[in-house]
């Protein structure tokens, strides 16, 4: 009876797998995810898994979703992928490229390393280059997933007066707290850098910086609908950390409200991330975005350069060592920064610097 017992409970789960699936949205398109046994193996160039749970997972997708043209020898489809991702169609020693052409039955081309293409399906049946397609795209949303990320929607808070107030706040605390553990001068943010990370974008090569920066307009009503086309006079005043411990902390930020205590600045940004998201070119991690504009990191003490994912807790902890915040929050936990009126969001490139000091910018959009 026992084992009897045990194939129900199996047959339960998998039903409830096969009625409420995971779903993964990939360029816009939602994809269900399957249960299936992964295999893997170490490159040895270069060290990444070939995934076969990613490349078998399927879908119901109607034919018109791509762009599959009929030749004389039958169906064609391509695809832009960046070519940094090529190696995970190719695999190891073309292992998968070769296990997906069979599985298939589709030829898959694919450019140069370093070339900017398209990779290019051929079938005899439509279908068959259908699937072809969506495999190949669930294998490389699996990677995209894995690449660091290269620009960031970003509020600029480098307003002439909030950098006054964040150099004053720099020398009294190391004035007053310098003696804490892990406070010294290279954790303090670069002032002319003073941000709001609103959300991070893996952007792989030109066209998908394009195609950022063409969301980016096309958010611009939303945002001037919500600001009535005007600009937000912004306070930063007050301070906060990100973990639940004090005297160890990664990231102190400060705290940023529109000044007619409206949530304005909240909408915009949750806005922005919900029509990135919905494009495929964002991750959604939490239903809100957190408005803070960093002002000490403890991933500055090795690399100034360095951007944190905004996330909460200790991303890169065996990376970082923490500071006492304790007398820090104390003294200055309603310290006023300065106020200003925000009437821009940004693309900014990740470890870029423009002619002001601050990130470069690959889109921008204003208010008013």
């Keep these: 009876m026992v084992p009897c017992k045990q194939t129900t409970s199996q ?95 589709t030829s ?14 051929t079938g005899v049946h439509r279908a068959a280059v259908a699937s072809a397609v969506t495999r190949i795209e669930v294998l490389i949303d699996s990677f995209r ?56 974008l893996a952007l792989l090569n030109e066209q998908e910086v394009t195609r950022a920066n063409e969301l980016l307009q096309q958010c611009q009503d939303v945002i001037r609908d919500i600001t009535e ?9 007050g301070i906060e950390y990100m973990n639940d411990d004090p005297s160890m902390v990664d990231v102190l930020y400060a705290k940023v409200a529109v000044q007619d205590k409206s949530d304005k600045l909240q909408q915009i940004a949750d806005k922005l991330v919900e029509c990135f998201a919905a494009a495929g070119l964002m991750e959604r991690e939490r239903e809100r975005v957190k408005i803070h504009g960093t002002v000490m990191n403890t991933l500055f003490r090795k ?21 006492n915040a304790k007398n820090i929050l104390q003294m200055f936990g309603d310290y006023y920064f300065g106020a200003f009126e925000l009437n821009s969001v940004q693309i900014s490139q990740r470890f870029s610097t423009d002619g002001t000091g601050y990130y470069s910018s690959a889109g921008c959009v204003t208010f008013s």
């Excluded at 046994?37 to 490159?43: A, C, H, L, R």
């Excluded at 480098?158 to 020398?171: D, K, L």
């Excluded at 690399?303 to 500071?323: C, I, L, M, V």
């Design 303 to 323: 690399d100034p350069s360095a951007e944190d994912k905004g996330a909460s807790g200790r991303p890169n902890a065996k990376d970082r060592e923490a500071f």
């Design 11 to 105: 047959s339960s789960l998998y039903m409830m797998e096969v009625l409420r699936p995971v779903l993964v949205n990939i360029n816009g398109r939602i994809y269900r995810k399957n249960q299936v046994q992964e295999e893997s193996y170490e490159e040895e160039e270069d060290d990444y898994p070939y995934s076969a749970a990613a490349a078998e997972q399927c879908l119901d997708e109607p034919c018109d979703a791509y762009n599959i043209e009929q030749t004389d020898k039958g169906f064609r489809c391509a695809i832009d992928v960046p070519s940094v991702l090529y190696k995970y169609i190719i695999g190891k020693k073309g292992e998968t490229r070769k296990r997906l052409e069979s599985e298939t039955k």
């Design 108 to 121: 898959i081309s694919i450019p140069k390393q370093g070339v900017e293409g398209q990779i290019v399906i």
């Design 145 to 200: 997933r894995k690449q660091p990320f290269t620009h960031f929607l970003s509020f600029a808070l480098n307003h002439a007066q909030v950098q006054q107030g964040f150099v004053r706040f720099r020398e009294q605390v190391l004035e007053r707290c310098g003696q804490d553990a892990g406070v010294d001068e290279s954790i303090f943010q670069n002032p002319a850098k003073l941000h709001l990370t609103i959300g991070t």
């Design 229 to 237: 086309a005007k600009p937000l006079p912004v306070e930063v005043r």
